[in-house]
Nanobody, 121 residues
């Protein structure tokens, strides 16, 4: 599966952005999709993951209650709605896919190219 992330940009603190991950390839619904981010000088951080068919989602504590992950298996997209953004949310955001859920970036097989989110305070 190939992934392409989009939707990043510059937003003021307290604002919102919606990221989208578009997939190509067959059997998209057999893949779990996660969102990660990486700030300069820091490790890649897990944010949220959504299952392939049931839509069950899991969030990192840092974004729980502010970010919402969703997917559309017909359109082959996975979105990340980000609300109440903070300056510490500034990072390069990636979507990734694998068969079977994981919170660990190194276990994901397919990655999008990343989209930059910058939150100004």
């Amino acid at each position: 599966v190939q992934l392409q992330a989009s939707g990043g940009g510059l937003v003021q603190a307290g604002g919102s952005l919606r990221l989208s991950c578009a997939a190509s390839g067959p059997t998209f619904n057999s893949y779990v999709v996660g969102w990660f981010r990486q700030a300069p000088g820091k490790e890649r951080q897990f944010l949220a993951v959504i299952s392939g068919t049931s839509g069950v989602a899991y969030y990192a504590d840092a974004v729980k209650g502010r970010f919402t992950i969703s997917r559309d298996n017909v359109q082959k997209t996975v979105d990340l709605q980000m609300n109440s953004l903070k300056s510490e949310d500034t990072a390069l955001y990636y979507c990734a896919a694998r068969r079977g859920s994981s919170l660990t970036a190194s276990r994901y097989d397919f990655w999008g190219q990343g989209t930059q989110v910058t939150v100004s305070s």
